[in-house]
């Protein structure tokens, strides 16, 4: 009877296959992100900005080009290496933001603001930056003087030099932001503060992905996605936060914790607002049987959340907590004298009624997830919400599809990621392109949904 022993020469023979099968699989996906880091390093560091925004096209592009050769690449990586890797590259890709100073945003400089003013004792909504009464907070870093030529400068009032954005105006951000600017303020007077909070962050958010869906590699969508080292590290915006905190919520919702789920989601949309799109999804399917008590625990608890969170700055500042969203919203465009969003339903009904026609179509996908949505899933209606609303409003502003690249992370809907595409695209070619942009991204999710729905008859034929 032969032994069942296996002998040297074969466990060596077994190593050496196992070493070459490792290199041929994690060796070149690893090789692919550290050339994606490269990309992102240049692109951090090879002197484009918002004002001369003309170097950052090309590296862009390669950018976009490495992150899906690395995505291809990974799916031949064996699971057990799969979260290390997705981790390790999760780190390289933020660690290329901090090279440099922010380069196409300035909003860094408002959170650095804000976090001085509440560590002065005094509320963010009480006065704008250009106040005389807080003279006395400024410095250097944030009022340079000089000749004010950069694209991140501009004159106060009075006549000043600052780095702040909108100086003569109260801040917009909610009080979950405010405390996140708070808590940054003891890392230093500068932006190298809130660039490093975005880079913490973004990893975590990569980790909580990859415990949500575990092993899964779809948390590389959002830790190796290049948007995340351009806006929620180098311009370091407070949506990263907002993204965090949804993942969260929606992972508990997922299992069936709406307390906690209820909490976090809560704590999101008083980040930023825009999570607020994600809550139909964390109700996936509530329309589709009878109402139970326990359906509104998390809603219930998702506004307490919400309202707590604005009780000490109401206390503080009463009405002015609004800050600067009215004028902000006027401002984009969404004025009724001025419309200057909603760019593909203006292609079929007047500017007048484009407003009406995207919250029409919007409650409609609301209902949809409400009825139809599984609450196992809850993050693929919230991308479903949260990704039509961006088509229909085809804001300027590519960070906030940040929430759309970590529901991309968690559905695997990858077809979603060119709509964060379409807003960087606006963002950086201005207003004119708005209906091309994003009536390119509309194609490819249309086309990403049909491919996945023949792939699914085929899979039951």
């Known amino acids: 009877m ?24 994690v060796l070149p996906c690893a090789l692919a992100l ?79 603001w804000d976090g001085r003013v509440q560590a002065a004792g005094i509320s963010p909504y009480a006065h704008a930056p250009d106040d005389p009464a807080l003279a006395g907070l400024r410095d250097p870093g944030l009022f340079p003087g000089g000749s004010c030529t950069r694209w991140d400068e501009r004159r106060t009032a009075a006549g000043d030099c600052t780095h702040i954005n909108r100086p003569a105006v109260h801040t917009i951000y909610p009080p979950v932001a405010e405390a996140w600017f708070l808590a940054l303020h003891p890392f230093g007077g500068g932006v190298r503060g809130p660039q490093a909070g975005g880079a913490l962050l973004a990893v975590a958010t990569t980790g909580v992905l990859l415990l949500i869906r575990r092993r899964d590699r779809r948390a590389a969508l959002w830790g190796w996605c290049p948007g995340v080292a351009v806006w929620s590290v180098n311009d370091a915006h407070v949506d990263t936060l907002g993204a965090l905190l949804m993942v969260g919520g929606l992972g508990c919702a997922a299992l069936g914790r709406p307390v906690r789920g209820g909490a976090l989601l809560g704590a999101a949309v008083a980040t930023k607002l825009i999570p607020a799109l994600a809550l139909p999804g964390a109700l996936s399917g509530l329309l589709a049987r009878r109402p139970r008590p326990r359906d509104l625990l998390l809603p219930a608890v998702a506004l307490g959340a919400f309202v707590l969170a604005y009780v ?14 009215p004028g902000y919203l006027k401002e984009e465009g969404y004025d009724d004298g001025r419309i200057e969003r909603f760019g593909l339903l203006r292609l079929v009904c007047s500017d007048a009624l484009a407003p009406y026609a995207a919250g029409a179509v919007l409650l409609a996908v609301v209902l949809y997830v409400l009825r139809r949505g599984d609450p196992r899933r809850p993050w693929s209606g919230a991308l479903l ?8 409003v085809a804001p300027n502003y590519p960070w906030y599809g940040l929430l759309v690249v970590a529901l991309v992370a968690l559905d695997g809907r990858w077809e979603w990621l060119a709509v964060p595409a379409a807003g960087q695209a606006l963002y950086l070619l201005g207003g004119e392109v708005q209906q091309e942009a994003y009536g390119a991204a509309l194609g490819v999710v249309l086309a990403g949904a049909l491919v996945r729905r023949l792939r699914r008859r085929q899979g039951t034929a």
Do not use: Q
């Open 2 to 25: 032969p032994s069942r022993t296996a002998g040297p020469r074969t466990v060596l023979s077994r190593t050496v296959l196992s070493r070459t099968a490792l290199l041929r699989t």
């Open 34 to 112: 550290a050339a994606l880091a490269a990309a992102l390093a240049r692109t951090v560091t090879g002197g484009g900005t918002l004002g001369d925004p003309l170097p950052l096209h090309d590296w862009y592009l390669a950018d976009a080009a490495l992150f899906a050769l690395a995505l291809v690449l990974l799916r031949r990586v064996p699971g057990r290496y799969v979260t290390g890797l997705v981790l390790a590259g999760a780190v390289a890709v933020a660690a290329t933001g901090l090279l440099a100073p922010p380069r196409t945003s300035d909003d860094a400089y408002r959170y650095v």
């Open 312 to 325: 000490p700055y109401v206390a503080a500042s009463g009405a002015g907590v609004l800050g600067y969203l």
């Open 385 to 392: 919400v949260t990704g039509t609303a961006l088509l229909l």
